[in-house]
């Protein structure tokens, strides 16, 4: 859900294009991640997520969550964002990296060779043979991976936003690509847990301290790329609506129909959606408008004091 940091924006103008924008950086990763969804359930022969493992994604969700809040009490938050900073850089560079090495792979010059490399690790002989790892890349993709960790470096070193975002958008696409769901009751079962699970967590705790989201700033259009008034939307606001449209796309496409009916419907669906929660964020609460009124008489008061 959207939030912000700040209760005042700056002006109306910079609050429209924060939330615009949040929007558009909603829609990308799911569009982009729904067709990658497809070429990769084509080529690959995934695990999908089944009705048991929806049913009792929220709950481990939740003991996760509340296994980090422990956490959160019990040590410093200095060490703790550390960590997470150090977590968030280690997985953010290699989303980064699987996203963007088919683009950093065609910009790279023809006269650095490109290497496959294989690396395995298998247990067992034979038939009963299991692979621990089974991964195949090449130079070019070690190109692209020094490339994105200048980007985690510009993380590390500033925090700043836009690095921020980058890693943001990057998981966003990878989760709608790379988790399948067997089908829609499962999708369903999987949405109806988190409803409950956001209402227990966001609203009714303070458990749910840190998160990964996309920012914006409000203030934008004053600051520029130094601003720091943020609105920001959960990345799971993307990637759990994400995962069950891209399951939309994919049985759009074993139809076999010119029309993409499903994908184009929950898209649209989901934007509505998305703009209809943004409204409702901008619009203050009955108490917080009487707090500003109070605050505004107050100054006139004091004004007109000074005046006489």
Same mark, same amino acid.
């Given at each position: 859900m959207?939030?912000?940091?700040?209760?005042?924006?700056?002006?109306?103008?910079?609050m429209?294009?924060?939330?615009?924008?949040? @929007?558009?950086m909603? +829609?990308l990763?799911?569009? #982009?991640?729904s067709?990658?969804?497809? !070429?990769? %359930?084509?080529? $690959?022969?995934?695990e999908?997520?089944?009705?048991?493992d929806?049913?009792?994604?929220?709950?481990m969700?939740?003991?996760?969550?509340?296994?980090?809040?422990?956490?959160?009490?019990?040590f410093?938050?200095?060490y703790?964002?550390l960590?997470?900073?150090g977590?968030f850089?280690f997985?953010?560079?290699?989303?980064?990296?699987?996203?963007?090495?088919?683009?950093?792979s065609k910009l790279?010059?023809?006269a650095?060779p490109?290497?496959?490399?294989?690396?395995?690790f298998?247990?067992?002989e034979?038939?009963?043979?299991?692979?621990?790892?089974?991964?195949?890349?090449?130079?070019?993709?070690?190109v692209s991976?020094?490339?994105?960790?200048?980007?985690?470096?510009?993380?590390?070193?500033?925090?700043?936003? @836009?690095?921020?975002? +980058?890693?943001?958008?990057? #998981?966003a696409?990878?989760?709608?690509? !790379?988790? %399948?769901?067997? $089908?829609?009751?499962?999708?369903?079962?999987?949405?109806?847990?988190?409803?409950?699970?956001?209402?227990?967590?966001?609203f009714?705790?303070?458990?749910?301290?840190?998160v990964?989201k996309?920012?914006?700033?409000q203030?934008?259009?004053?600051?520029?790329l130094?601003?720091?008034?943020?609105?920001m939307?959960?990345?799971?606001?993307?990637v759990?609506?994400?995962?069950?449209i891209?399951?939309?796309?994919?049985?759009?496409?074993?139809?076999?129909?010119?029309?993409k009916?499903y994908?184009?419907?929950?898209?649209?669906?989901?934007?509505?959606?998305?703009?209809g929660?943004?409204?409702?964020?901008?619009?203050?609460?009955?108490?917080?408008?009487?707090?500003?009124?109070?605050?505004?008489?107050?100054?006139?008061?004091k004004?007109?004091?000074?005046?006489?």
């Open positions: 959207p939030q912000t940091q700040q209760k005042k924006p700056s002006t109306p103008e910079g429209a294009v924060a939330y615009g924008s949040l @929007v558009i909603a +829609l990763p799911i569009f #982009f991640g067709y990658r969804s497809v !070429l990769y %359930h084509k080529e $690959n022969k995934s999908k997520m089944t009705k048991k929806a049913a009792i994604f929220p709950i969700a939740s003991c996760a969550l509340f296994a980090l809040y422990i956490v959160f009490k019990l410093s938050k200095e703790i964002n960590l997470l900073t977590y850089f997985l953010g560079v290699l989303a980064l990296t699987h996203l963007l090495s088919p683009i950093v790279v010059p023809v650095i490109n290497i496959p490399f294989h690396i395995t298998k247990q067992g034979g038939e009963s043979a299991q692979y621990l790892i089974d991964y195949r890349f090449s130079t070019y993709d070690v991976l020094a490339a994105c960790s200048l980007v985690g470096a510009w993380y590390l070193v500033q925090k700043h936003w @836009v690095a921020n975002n +980058l890693f943001g958008l990057a #998981f696409v990878n989760a709608v690509e !790379l988790l %399948h769901l067997n $089908n829609v009751v499962t999708g369903c079962i999987l949405l109806c847990g988190l409803f409950f699970y956001d209402i227990f967590w966001v009714g705790t303070d458990v749910m301290v840190t990964a996309m920012v914006f700033p203030d934008i259009l004053q600051n520029g130094s601003a720091n008034n943020f609105a939307l959960g990345l799971g606001d993307i759990i609506p994400g995962i069950f891209a399951l939309l796309l994919r049985f759009d496409h074993s139809l076999k129909r010119q029309t009916t994908f184009h419907a929950s898209v649209l669906a989901y934007f509505f959606g998305i703009d929660d943004n409204f409702h964020m901008k619009i203050p609460p009955d108490d917080e408008k009487t707090e500003e009124a109070k605050k505004n008489e107050e100054k006139q008061t004004q007109e004091a000074k005046k006489s």
